[in-house]
C-alpha cells in the first residue's frame, strides 16, 4: 500500500474509533487512584432497611456498571439529578444547560455495606473526582462529580470523607466534587438502563467501563461479585 494510502487509512480507523468511544463516560486513565482510606463511619440505623445513595460521576453507563457489582447493592438505574422534571430527558441533559448530572441510584443494604463503603468505591474506581465539569472525553455540567445527600447524615459522611482525603493529598489535584440536598432523581430512558451489561462488545463499554469494574474485582475482592 502507497504511504499516501497508508496514512488516508490510519486517519480514517483513527476518527472511527475516535467516534465511537466519544460516548459518555469516563476514559480508563481515569478509572480512579486506587483503594483509597476507610472513609468517616456511618451512623447504624436499627431496623432502617434498605437505603438509598445517589452518585453522579460522570456517564452513568459506567457508574451503574461499578455499583451493580458490589456486594450489599440490591439495584442501581441510570438517571437524573439536580434539575426539574420538565427537562430530565436525555436529549436535553445532553445540552448541559438543564442543571442535571447524569447520576445513578444504588438501593442497598445498610447490613452489608454502608454508605461510607459505596463512597470508597466511588472515589477509588467509578471515576476521577479531580476533574471539573468531565470525566475523560466528555465534557459539560450533566457529567459533573457530585455526591447528592438524602439526609443529614450522608451529607456528613461525605463531607468528612472528602475532608479526609483532600488532607492526606490522595489525589494530585484538589477534588472537585459537590455534595448537595437531592431534590429528586428521574429516571433514565429505557434504553440507558443495563447498558453496560447488554451491550458488553460496544467498543465505548469496552474500552471505558468495562477496566473500572476489573479494577473494583482487583482492589475491592472482599466486595466484588460477579451480576
Known sequence: MPASSRL??????SFVLGAALMGCGPGVADAGTGVLPNPPATAAIAGAGDQVAVLAGGCFWGVEAVFEHVKGVKHVSSG????SAATARYALVSSGATQHAEAVKIVFDPDVISYGELLRVFFSVAHNPTQLNRQGPDRGPQ????????????????EAYIAQLGAARTFDQPIVTQVTKLERFHEAEDYHQDYARLNPNEPYIVFHDAPKVKALQRQFPALYRPR
Do not use: C, K, N
Not at 8 to 13: S, Y
Open 8 to 13: 488516508f487509512a490510519q486517519t480514517l480507523l
Open 80 to 83: 437524573y439529578a439536580g434539575g
Open 143 to 158: 457529567y459533573r462529580s457530585a455526591i447528592f445527600a438524602g439526609d443529614p447524615e450522608q451529607a456528613r459522611v461525605a
